[in-house]
């Protein structure tokens, strides 16, 4: 599929990934892969290998957090190791705000500012992992170090 042929978010992620060097096709999955494992089933990976993007309110700021699907986010201790006052889940309006995408969707990328990024440490055991592409139906291949890259992401623990 071209790029032509994507949903609008998914066209904007497509463009931030090549002009960040990166090659990864964009897939449209019949079925929303809305969640990590759904995402999984749909790919045949391990749950571990889909990056989901978690976006966080902090210290009145977006905050991204890239986590493994394998994980869930201990807000409290990723608080506590950033130095800020406290991390809450964003808000359905907060996470479109700062993404200009739907939760179940949301891409490390293509957004309307860059935003704080935290990226979890145990995706870099996996040497190809999965992340949203706009779109609940969409999702892309990269390697840890693309995310990284890609996000200006400081890697870290974040269970």
């Known amino acids: 599929m ?3 042929h994507l949903p609008t978010r998914s066209r904007l992620v497509h463009d931030s990934l090549r002009a960040a060097g990166i090659t990864g096709e964009i897939v449209v999955l019949p ?10 089933a749909a790919l045949g990976v391990e749950v571990g290998a889909i990056a989901n993007s978690l ?3 902090s ?4 905050l991204l957090v890239m986590t493994s699907g ?23 309006e907060q996470v479109r ?5 739907a939760i ?17 440490e145990d995706l870099a055991g996996y040497p190809e992992i999965w992340a949203a592409g706009g779109t609940p139906h969409t999702v892309f291949p990269l ?3 693309e995310l990284v890259r890609l996000t200006g992401g400081t890697v870290g623990k974040v269970d």
């Open 55 to 57: 976006v966080f309110w």
């Open 31 to 40: 079925d929303a892969a809305s969640t990590a494992p759904l995402a999984a």
């Open 143 to 145: 390697t840890f170090d």
């Open 70 to 92: 394998a994980h869930r986010v201990d807000t409290r201790a990723l608080a506590e190791r950033l130095g800020r006052g406290s991390i809450a889940r964003a808000s359905v």
């Open 2 to 4: 071209t790029a032509a």
């Open 97 to 101: 705000e700062a993404t200009g995408q």
């Open 59 to 62: 210290d009145g700021e977006p």
């Open 104 to 120: 179940g969707g949301v891409a490390p990328t293509g957004h309307p500012a860059p935003l704080t990024t935290i990226v979890d």
